[in-house]
């Protein structure tokens, strides 16, 4: 009966948050203390996104205005106490998707993917994206103000300018070589647009800070 109680207790706790998940495990009392956001996101289109977790699985839901839910990401239950590091991280809302990091080791590079944030299906996947929520600790890091996003292709000596709305890309050439960090796109240091003028700011393995300034040319 108390067991009951108590279950009732944080359901109600639960929706007075405005929340549309269930994240509770009595086998394992230290899950439910855990830093698992279980709050809702309600996005532009209705769709909306929240983490649950039961004693058997931790997993993030999709669900649109239609009421169908997918679950677009899990994460393994020994790993719970790591979900903001390697499950999905909301970095940005596009008119039609959404960016989310995940699969970040304690000290190497992020994984990212795009989502139809209707259906949930992924769009396309990237791995260590520049100037963009670099440091997983950095409160507020999923800020990202630009509506594309870049990376370094280093088997084609590129930077790529991929524009999310537009599904356009701009390749720049790029071809000294970022050894002195484990992670070369970290060593990209900032990122600013004015008058469609993208300035990126890095540092090569000599330590000297250079500037390249890319014209956008978005379809």
């Keep these: 009966m108390k ?5 009732i207790l944080i359901s109600l706790s639960n929706l007075s948050l405005g929340q549309s998940s269930i994240c509770f495990c009595d086998e394992f009392p230290v899950m439910n203390s855990s830093e698992v956001n279980c709050d809702t996101l309600v996005f532009k289109n209705d769709s909306k996104i929240y983490w649950q977790f039961n004693c058997d699985s931790v997993w993030l839901t999709l669900e649109n205005r239609y009421n169908s839910k997918t679950v677009i990401n899990q994460v393994p239950l020994e790993l719970y106490g790591y979900t903001y590091r390697v499950g999905y991280h909301l970095i940005k809302e596009f008119s039609e998707s959404l960016l989310f990091r995940h699969g970040c080791p304690a000290t190497g590079p992020c994984d990212y993917s795009l989502l139809d944030k209707t259906t949930g299906k992924h769009i396309m996947d ?6 963009i929520d670099t440091d997983i600790q950095f409160e507020n890091a999923h800020e990202y103000k630009f ?11 590129e930077l ?3 524009f999310i709305n537009s599904n356009h890309i701009q390749r720049h050439p790029f071809k000294e070589q970022l050894t002195y960090d484990v992670i070369p796109a970290r060593q990209f240091n900032e990122m600013n647009l004015k008058n469609d003028v993208l300035t990126i ?3 090569n393995d000599e330590q000297q800070v250079k500037i390249i300034d890319i014209k956008l040319k978005d379809k």
């Design 3 to 7: 067991r009951f109680l108590t279950i």
């Design 126 to 131: 990237f791995g260590q994206l520049i100037c």
């Design 147 to 157: 509506d594309f996003v870049v990376y370094l292709n280093v088997e084609t000596a």
């Design 160 to 162: 790529i300018i991929y």
């Design 201 to 203: 700011n890095y540092t």
